[in-house]
């Protein structure tokens, strides 16, 4: 079980106020799986973030459902880093699960 879908991504950080486009691109990053996002890479261009998530239009803005406004590659790279640090966070401060194998 994925821990990580049971916290609410789409509004974190908390006490920030955040437009329906912010939402969405939570929400966004909250759907992209474990190892998809283990594979990014902070150096990498901005031309191979276009690249590796695969969802951004001709004109470099990501395609998101409900967005009251364009999201470009610079501001998805910092919600997406602000993204993986606090799922980083989350797993260093949860208690380590013990196996429940019962042998």
Do not use: I
Request: negative net charge; aromatic residues 8%.
């Amino acid at each position: 079980m994925n821990t990580d879908r049971e916290v609410d991504f789409e509004h974190v950080p908390s006490g920030v106020p955040m437009d329906e486009t912010d939402v969405s691109l939570r929400a966004y990053l909250a759907g992209l799986g474990d190892e998809h996002l283990a594979e990014y890479d902070p150096a990498w261009s901005d031309e191979r973030v276009l690249e590796w998530d695969g969802n951004f239009r001709s004109d470099g803005a990501l395609m998101l459902v409900c967005c009251e406004r364009d999201v470009d590659v610079h501001e998805f790279r910092q919600v997406l880093e602000e993204h993986l640090a606090y799922r980083r966070l989350r797993r260093n401060s949860e208690p380590k699960e013990r196996d429940a194998g019962g042998s």
